[in-house]
């Protein structure tokens, strides 16, 4: 997808939490985009041939840490654009002859910008702009030939440019929405001064990828991976325009699903796209291996290898079958860890893979994100009611059950699950939220019902807005909503005495309770 004959603009990444926003915004700017590793060869961009590059934020000080988080000076000398970011721009201060300090103060949250609407990064712009800061270093004098374009009354250098090299640097996000011009800026950047032009469509990778999957998987069987959601249906709808029935799918109920899901799956699969789909019955299995398990991590790792276990052998009644599909998206590979970003969770698809993995994979959605991918179900026909289903995690309910998953505790939290969705479509906001979601915590507590004291769990109600889940807001449900929602519960749950509502955003929370 980044040869180049496709416009595209890299991202390096310096290991920073927006990184791969960066990425998603150029390409919703319809330019291709790609996150490649700091530690990129000089000569792997070059074949990239990219219009542009953009440096990314950091965690990360270019002044205490071993000067590892560097790139090569050469860059700056290929006469490709670059903007540095936050981080980005400290680096090529302190690359081409400026200098970075840290001033003592952090400046983090929304910031009043001074900027030159002469430079042509900020064409269009506001002289004074909000922008977005989360930073401890900053530059405190220019490479030689650079000039100011931003500053604040605390931080005298906010951005500047080498406009006969091409070279910005500014020290806040447009990446992120906190930036209202943000987008403008990246437009800015990449139209005029890469001179990309808006081609690329999420659309244009089908045939592309139906080519490869077909390439690839050389007149053998494959397998896919089923799970009902958005991405894995995609994944498996594309694969059987590649191969046709040379694919089977497996949809392994791990009984870590939502209530009525499984039943849901098999008849949209077998009656509307009349793909071969073996279903196959695992709750005893998974729930076994779960048994006594409370570390989230070791609960995820548990269900993404046992779910790779079933697949291997389903695969081998299979004859000949030797490749597996699976619909891991472009956040799913970066959020478990490139090796510069820090672990925050093991992805299910990514992260529990076991070592001794026997299927080939092909991943098809490898380089998509979330919002792409769904663009291509509707491209290719698939109902609404998949494409725009809230995300679900491939551990299940399992991450959103406290504690250790028993069969009671499913029964309860698929229960309380049921009510939210319901209630959440019935107000018309299933669509409009990312995720709305029951939680099931580890503790009980005391309330009263008809006369007698009772000793019951609570659940938690979380629901999030969020364009890609890498930044998440809890939403403000009405309280008519919650109203609802509470009394449904506690009346219709047995085992649960207490609503509550989960009111933190991410960061510093996630969407997920593990
Ligand atoms: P967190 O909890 O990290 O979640 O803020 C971000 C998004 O990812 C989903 N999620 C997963 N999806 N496998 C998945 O396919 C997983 O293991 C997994 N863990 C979290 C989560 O629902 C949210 O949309």
Redesign the pocket.
């Known amino acids: 997808m980044s040869e180049s004959n496709i416009e595209n603009v890299i991202v390096i990444d310096f290991g920073g939490q927006y990184s791969q926003l960066i990425a998603r915004r150029v390409r919703e700017l319809r330019v291709f985009s790609e996150l490649v590793s700091y530690d990129i060869s000089l000569e792997k961009i070059k074949v990239k041939k990219p219009k542009g590059i953009i440096l990314s934020g950091s965690p990360y000080s270019i002044n205490t840490n071993d000067k590892k988080y560097i790139i090569s000076k050469e860059i700056f000398e290929l006469g490709i654009p670059v903007l540095g970011i936050c981080y980005g721009m400290q680096l090529i201060a302190y690359m081409l002859g400026g200098e970075v300090t840290n001033i003592g103060t952090n400046e983090y949250g929304k910031t009043k910008v001074k900027i030159d609407v002469k430079s042509p990064l900020f064409d269009g712009l506001q002289p004074l702009e909000i922008c977005w800061m989360s930073h401890k270093d900053s530059v405190s004098a220019l490479p030689p030939f650079f000039k100011i374009i931003a500053s604040t009354p605390n931080l005298p250098i906010a951005g500047f440019e080498e406009p006969f090299k091409k070279i910005y640097g500014i020290q806040f996000h447009p990446e992120v929405i906190h930036t209202p011009s943000g987008i403008d800026i990246l437009k800015n950047f990449l139209f005029k001064i890469c001179e990309c032009s808006p081609k690329w469509t999420t659309v244009s990778i089908i045939e592309k990828e139906v080519n490869e999957i077909r390439e690839k998987s050389k007149g053998g069987k494959v397998i896919g991976a089923l799970?009902g959601?958005v991405?894995s249906s995609v994944a498996a709808i594309l694969v059987s325009k590649a191969v046709g029935d040379r694919l089977t799918c497996i949809f392994v109920d791990h009984g870590l699903l939502r209530s009525g899901e499984a039943e849901q799956v098999e008849k949209t699969f077998k009656e509307n796209f009349k793909i071969n789909l073996i279903m196959v019955d695992a709750k005893q299995r998974f729930l076994s291996k779960l048994k006594g398990v409370t570390d989230p991590e070791q609960k995820?790792k548990i269900?993404?290898t046992e779910f790779i276990r079933v697949f291997e052998e389903e695969a081998k009644k299979i004859k000949d079958a030797d490749y597996l599909v699976q619909?891991?998206?472009y956040?799913?590979v970066i959020?478990s860890g490139t090796k510069n970003a820090a672990r925050?969770?093991?992805?299910?698809?990514v992260?529990?893979l076991p070592d001794d993995i026997k299927l080939k994979l092909i991943e098809p959605l490898r380089m998509l994100f979330?919002d792409e991918v769904r663009v291509l179900g509707i491209e290719l026909g698939l109902p609404e009611e998949i494409v725009l289903r809230?995300?679900?995690?491939?551990?299940g309910l399992a991450?959103r059950i406290i504690g250790e998953v028993t069969e009671r505790r499913l029964e309860i939290l698929k229960k309380a699950d049921l009510i939210v969705v319901e209630e959440i479509k019935r107000a018309g906001l299933y669509n409009k939220i990312?995720?709305s979601f029951a939680v099931l915590p580890a503790i009980k507590s005391v309330g009263v019902m008809g006369d007698e004291r009772t000793y019951d769990y609570p659940i938690v109600i979380r629901a999030v807005a969020?364009e890609d889940?890498?930044t998440?807001d809890w939403v403000r449900l009405p309280y008519k909503v919650l109203e609802r929602l509470s009394s449904r519960i506690i009346n219709e749950v047995d085992g649960v005495n207490r609503v509550v509502y989960d009111i933190s955003s991410?960061p510093p929370?996630?969407?997920?309770?593990?």
């Open positions: 799970s959601g991405d995820r269900i993404g619909g891991t998206l956040s799913d959020e925050i969770k093991s992805h299910h698809n992260g529990g979330k809230q995300p679900f995690p491939g551990p991450i990312w995720q969020s889940a890498m998440a991410k929370s996630t969407i997920e309770w593990e």
